[in-house]
C-alpha cells in the first residue's frame, strides 16, 4: 500500500521542502509532484531527484493509495488528475499542513495543521525537530529554500521568528548555502532592475576549457551601490562561471567630480581562480571568489579587457569525462526483457542501463524509471527497446566537468554514455556529478580552514612515511600499471591507516592492497594477476600465489633483506554479488568505484591514486575522511550484514581497535539483520554459507586472538551477534566469568602459548551450548581436529570428572583420574566445575603433576631388575606412593622396591 504526499501543480520550493521533510517523519511515504514545477526547482531536481523520495504520478496504481498527506495548499483544484484520489473508499487518511489561512478547503481531510507562519516547511520543520530525526544536507538544503523563498530570505511581512528559528536548525543539519544561493531570488530596486536588464543585453561571454566567462561594462553619471548583489545576480542567470563586472563614473565624489574612475567587481565559481590574487596588484582584494578594486584615471573599456584576459589565463583545464566516467559499462541486447533488465539493475545496483546492438553500438539508454512503469503496466516479457530512450545524449571522453554538468541540467538527464571512435567506453552518471562537486568543495573547505589537506596529494605524505624499499615498490608497480594503460590505487587498510597516523610516524606496512582500473582500456579479468608476474620478473626473490576464481593476485616476501615481511594482494577493480545471504561473493570485473563501493565500511573505501595523471589523489566516494574524523564505523549500505556476517564482527574489531563507535544505523542494521532470523533458517536448511563458518572462524581468530578480545566479545554479546554462531548463544554473566577464568589460567599454566589460546576460549563459547550441538558448530567453523574432538567429549569428561573427583581421597587417585585426559580440556572442565573441583584440577595442573619419583627405569636396572612390563608397574607404585607422601627420599624409594618385588616374588 502507498502512502503519498502531494504536492500541488507548478510546484515551489515551499511545497518541495515541506514534502521532503513530511517525507521523514511518514516513513515508507513517497512525493507525487502532481504537475509540474517552477523552473528553478525543475533545475534543481534535474540533479537532486535520485536523492529525494519522489515517484512519477504515472506510475500510481490508484488502488494501493492508502494515504494521502497534502502540503502548501487546501484546493483539490490545485491537484490536476490527482484530485480524484481524495475520493478513494480505501484511503486511512488525508492530512493537510499549510500555512495560508484565507479560504475554506475543499479537501474532505481527516487531520488539519493549518498555522499563520512564513512557510509551511517550518511547520514540519518543528515536528522533526521534536522527534529529534536528523536530516541529509541535501534534505536541509531543499527544505532551507523553501522558507527562504517563500519568505523573501526572512524580508517578507508574514515571516515569523518561527521561520527563522527553523532556518538555523536546517543550517545545523548541513544546508548548502552555496546551493541556496544559486536557486533563491532576491529582489532589485527599480534603478538596479534597468541596469540588471542593461547588462543582460549587453553581455559578453566566451568559453574557456569548459568553463564560460563574461564580463560587461556600464557607464553612469554618478557612483551606485549596490551593484554587487546585482553581479551575484547576474552570474547566476547568466549561467557563467566568472564575472567581472565594471562599473565606470565620472561624477559621485566632491573633491572631484570630473574625474573618471572605474570599479571592477569580480565573482567567480571556478576553485582554482583567486579574484583576489587577480585584484591585488591593483590595490584592490576580497576572498578568491569574489573581490573588487576601483581605478583612477583609465581607460575602463582598455583596463576591463585587460583583466579578462588575466582571468583567463588562470583558468585551469577542468575534469574531463575521462576522470568521471565508469567502466567497464554494463550493457544489455535492444531484446533483452524488461523482466531480464530488472535482474540486471538488481544484480549490480545501477539505476540504469546502456542498451547496444550486436556490433556494441549505443542505440539506446533505459532507466530505472522505464522499467518501473512497464513492470507497472504488466510488461514484464517486452523487450526494452520498446521503453528505451532512443538517439541518446552522448559525450566523448574529453568532455569537461561543465559542459557534462550542462547537459544533465538542461535535458534532465541521469547518466550520459561516453563514446570515443564509435565505442561505449564508458558512462558517467548524475551521481558521478555530484560526489565531484562534493569533493571539489570539500578541498576548498580544507584550503579555507587551513586545515590538514587530506583531499589532495598524498604521495608527499607516503614517500617520507614509507620505508624507502616499500616506497620504490609502489613506484615500480605503478610505472609497470601506467605502460598498460591502467590506473593503479593503494586502497583500504593502508589509506586508513596513514590517515590516522600521527604527522611524523613512520608507517610499517606488512599487508598492502592494490586495485588494477582498466579505465576506459579494458582491464580484463587477468589484470591484477599480470601485474603481479611483472612484478615477480623484478623481484625474483617474492613468492607469488594467485587466486583465480576472485581475480588476485599476492605476492610474499618472507624476512627480506630489504622489504621485510611483507605481502601485496593486487586485484582487478571488481564489483561483487552475493547470490544468497552469507555465501561466497560472484565478483566480475568493475571500475574503482564500483570496487570500493564492495568494502564493508566507509573507513575502508578510501584509495589514492599512485598512476599519473593526478597521482596522489584520494578517493573518497561515501564520506570515509569524514567518519575518520567522527572516530565512527559506518557500513556502506543497508542489507551489508545481511549479504555478509563477518562484516559485523569486523565492525567490531574495528570499533574496538581503533577506539571508534559503530554509527547508530549501522548499528540499527546489524540489529536487524540478526532479528531476521536469515542466518538460523540457512542453518537449518544446511545451506552452504561460508560467511558463517570458515570466514566466520577467521573473524572470530582476528577477535580472541588479539589484545582487546574482552571489549570485543562484550560489544559482540550487547549486539546479539553471537546469534551468527547459534541463535541459542548468549554471554551471560557466568559464561563471560568461564571465559575469563580460562584465559587467567592459560597465561599462568602456558604462558608461552604452546596453545592456541583463543581455540581454547572459542571452544568455552561452543561448550556453553548443548552437547549434541557442540561438534556441529565446531565442524561447521572447520576447527582443528584436535577441538572438535574435545568438545565432542566435553560431557563425557565432565561427568566422569565430577562424578569421581568428589569420590577420591587420595593424592594419588585424583592424579590418576586426571592425567586421562589433556590439558586443555581440564582447563575448561575446570571453568564449568564447582569450587572444589576446580581447586583439585589447579593442584593437579600447577604441582601433581609435575611430581616425579627418585627412581626412574635405569636406577630399576641398576638394582638389577631386567626391562620388561613390570618396569611401569613398579614405576607407577612408586609414583603413587611418592604422591600419597609415602615416599619421602631415594632411600624409601629403594626399599619400597625392593619391598614390593618381594611381595610379588613370594606370591609367585
Not at 617474492?542 to 586485484?571: C, N
Not at 584509495?607 to 570515509?624: H, K, Y
Not at 574482552?710 to 548468549?730: D, F, I, T, Y
Not at 564449568?832 to 636396572?861: A, M, P
Request: glycine share 6%; hydrophobic share 40%; net charge negative.
Amino acid at each position: 500500500m502507498l502512502d503519498l504526499i502531494l504536492c500541488h501543480q507548478t510546484a515551489d520550493f515551499d511545497a518541495l521542502g515541506a514534502a521532503v521533510g513530511l517525507s521523514r517523519l511518514k516513513i515508507g511515504s513517497r512525493i507525487v509532484l502532481t504537475g509540474g514545477a517552477h523552473p528553478t526547482v525543475k533545475d534543481f531536481l534535474a540533479l537532486h531527484r535520485d536523492e529525494l523520495a519522489l515517484i512519477e504520478q504515472r506510475s500510481v496504481n490508484p488502488e494501493q493509495i492508502r494515504s494521502l498527506f497534502v502540503v502548501d495548499n487546501q484546493w483539490r483544484d490545485r491537484f490536476g488528475k490527482a484530485a480524484n484520489w481524495f475520493d478513494l473508499p480505501q484511503l486511512n487518511a488525508i492530512e493537510i499542513y499549510d500555512h495560508h489561512l484565507d479560504g475554506e478547503s475543499d479537501i474532505p481531510a481527516t487531520e488539519k495543521y493549518i498555522e499563520a507562519i512564513g512557510a509551511t516547511t517550518t511547520l514540519i520543520v518543528e515536528r522533526l525537530q521534536q522527534q529529534q530525526l536528523q536530516l541529509t544536507p541535501i534534505e536541509a538544503t531543499v527544505m532551507a529554500l523553501g522558507i527562504h523563498v517563500d519568505t523573501g530570505s526572512l524580508t517578507f511581512d508574514q515571516t515569523t521568528p518561527r521561520d527563522a528559528y527553523a532556518l538555523a536548525w536546517l543550517m545545523t543539519q548541513g544546508a548548502n548555502v552555496k546551493i541556496i544561493a544559486e536557486y533563491a531570488e532576491p529582489g532589485f530596486t527599480p534603478q538596479l532592475q534597468q541596469l540588471f536588464s542593461d547588462a543582460l543585453d549587453r553581455l559578453n561571454t566566451t568559453n574557456v576549457r569548459g568553463y564560460k566567462v563574461a564580463w560587461i561594462l556600464l557607464t553612469t553619471e554618478n557612483f551606485i551601490p549596490g551593484l554587487s548583489n546585482l553581479a551575484e545576480r547576474l552570474l547566476e542567470l547568466s549561467e557563467s562561471d566568472a564575472l567581472l563586472f565594471g562599473h565606470a563614473y565620472s561624477k559621485g565624489q566632491k573633491d572631484d567630480h570630473s574625474e573618471k574612475r572605474l570599479t571592477l567587481i569580480g565573482r567567480c565559481h571556478i576553485d582554482e581562480v583567486n579574484l583576489n590574487d587577480l585584484f591585488a596588484p591593483f590595490g584592490g582584494g576580497g576572498h578568491s571568489q569574489a573581490a573588487s578594486v576601483t581605478f583612477r584615471s583609465v581607460e575602463p573599456a582598455q583596463m576591463l579587457d585587460q583583466l579578462v584576459e588575466k582571468l583567463i589565463e588562470t583558468i585551469p583545464q577542468p575534469l574531463s569525462a575521462r576522470d568521471l566516467m565508469s567502466s567497464p559499462v554494463r550493457t544489455i541486447r535492444p531484446d533483452t526483457t524488461i523482466e531480464q533488465a530488472q535482474r540486471v539493475l538488481f544484480r549490480y545496483g545501477h539505476s540504469g542501463l546502456s542498451v547496444v546492438d550486436e556490433n556494441d553500438q549505443l542505440v539506446g539508454i533505459i532507466s530505472r524509471r522505464d522499467i518501473d512503469l512497464a513492470l507497472h503496466h504488466g510488461f514484464s516479457h517486452a523487450p526494452v527497446k520498446g521503453y528505451m530512450t532512443r538517439n541518446p545524449k552522448t559525450i566523448t571522453p574529453d568532455t569537461s566537468l561543465p559542459e557534462i554538468e550542462d547537459l544533465m541540467v538542461t535535458y534532465d538527464l541521469g547518466r550520459l554514455p561516453v563514446v570515443e571512435n564509435g565505442q561505449l567506453m564508458g558512462i558517467v552518471t548524475r551521481t558521478d556529478v555530484l560526489r565531484q562537486i562534493h569533493q571539489d568543495r570539500l578541498e576548498k573547505k580544507e584550503r579555507l580552514t587551513q586545515k590538514t589537506p587530506l583531499i589532495s596529494c598524498l604521495l608527499p605524505s607516503f614517500r617520507h612515511r614509507l620505508h624507502p624499499p616499500i616506497w620504490k615498490l609502489l613506484q615500480t608497480a605503478a610505472q609497470q600499471a601506467h605502460q598498460r594503460g591502467w590506473h593503479l590505487y593503494l586502497v583500504g587498510g593502508a589509506v586508513r591507516d596513514l590517515l590516522l597516523a600521527p604527522g611524523e610516524e613512520t608507517l610499517t606496512l606488512q599487508d598492502i592492497d592494490l586495485v588494477v582500473d582498466g579505465f576506459h582500456r579494458a582491464a580484463d579479468v587477468g589484470a591484477g594477476v599480470e601485474l603481479a608476474n611483472q612484478l615477480q620478473e623484478i623481484y625474483p626473490q617474492v613468492r607469488l600465489s594467485v587466486h583465480g576464481e576472485f581475480q588476485t593476485a599476492a605476492l610474499i616476501w618472507h624476512k627480506d633483506a630489504q622489504l621485510g615481511s611483507l605481502m601485496i594482494d593486487i586485484a582487478t577493480a571488481r564489483t561483487e554479488f552475493y547470490p544468497y545471504p552469507a555465501a561466497n561473493p560472484q565478483v566480475e570485473a568493475s571500475s574503482i568505484r564500483q570496487d570500493l563501493y564492495r568494502r564493508d565500511f566507509t573507513i575502508n573505501a578510501l584509495a589514492v591514486r599512485l598512476t599519473s595523471p593526478r597521482e596522489g589523489e584520494l578517493l573518497d566516494f561515501f564520506g570515509g575522511v569524514e567518519d575518520l574524523r567522527s572516530q565512527q564505523i559506518r557500513v556502506l549500505h543497508a542489507n551489508s550484514f545481511i549479504e555478509d556476517p563477518t562484516r559485523i564482527y569486523r565492525a567490531v574489531r574495528f570499533a574496538v581497535r581503533l577506539g571508534f563507535k559503530i554509527d547508530p544505523h549501522t548499528e540499527d542494521y546489524i540489529r536487524y539483520a540478526i532479528c531476521s532470523g536469515v542466518y538460523d533458517r540457512l542453518r537449518l536448511e544446511n545451506h552452504p554459507a561460508p560467511a558463517l563458518t570458515t570466514r566466520l572462524r577467521a573473524e572470530l581468530t582476528y577477535i580472541l586472538e588479539a589484545a582487546y578480545w574482552k571489549p570485543a566479545l562484550q560489544l559482540l554479546s550487547n549486539l546479539g551477534a553471537l546469534r551468527c554462531l547459534h541463535s541459542n548463544l548468549v554471554l551471560d554473566a557466568n559464561l563471560w566469568w568461564q571465559i575469563r577464568f580460562v584465559s587467567r589460567w592459560l597465561k599462568c599454566l602456558d604462558s608461552e602459548n604452546h596453545f592456541s589460546h583463543w581455540l581454547i576460549r572459542l571452544e568455552v563459547l561452543i561448550a556453553a551450548l548443548k552437547p549434541d550441538e557442540r561438534e556441529q558448530i565446531a565442524a561447521n567453523l572447520q576447527l582443528p581436529k584436535d577441538s572438535i574432538e574435545r568438545l565432542r567429549d566435553l560431557e563425557k569428561i565432565e561427568n566422569s570428572v565430577q562424578q569421581n573427583l568428589k569420590k577420591c581421597d587420595k593424592i594419588s587417585e585424583i592424579f590418576l583420574l586426571l592425567r586421562q585426559y589433556k590439558v586443555p580440556s581440564l582447563i575448561i572442565v575446570a571453568a564449568r566445575s564447582d569450587r572444589l573441583e576446580r581447586h583439585r584440577i589447579w593442584q593437579y595442573l600447577t604441582k601433581w603433576s609435575k611430581i616425579q619419583t627418585f627412581l626412574d627405569g635405569n636406577d630399576l636396572k641398576a638394582m638389577g631388575y631386567k626391562p620388561g612390563p613390570q618396569f611401569k608397574q613398579i614405576l607407577d607404585q612408586l609414583l603413587i606412593a611418592t604422591l600419597d607422601g609415602e615416599i619421602m627420599n631415594r632411600e624409601e624409594s629403594v626399599e619400597f622396591v625392593t619391598n614390593i618385588t618381594e611381595k610379588t616374588a613370594q606370591k609367585l
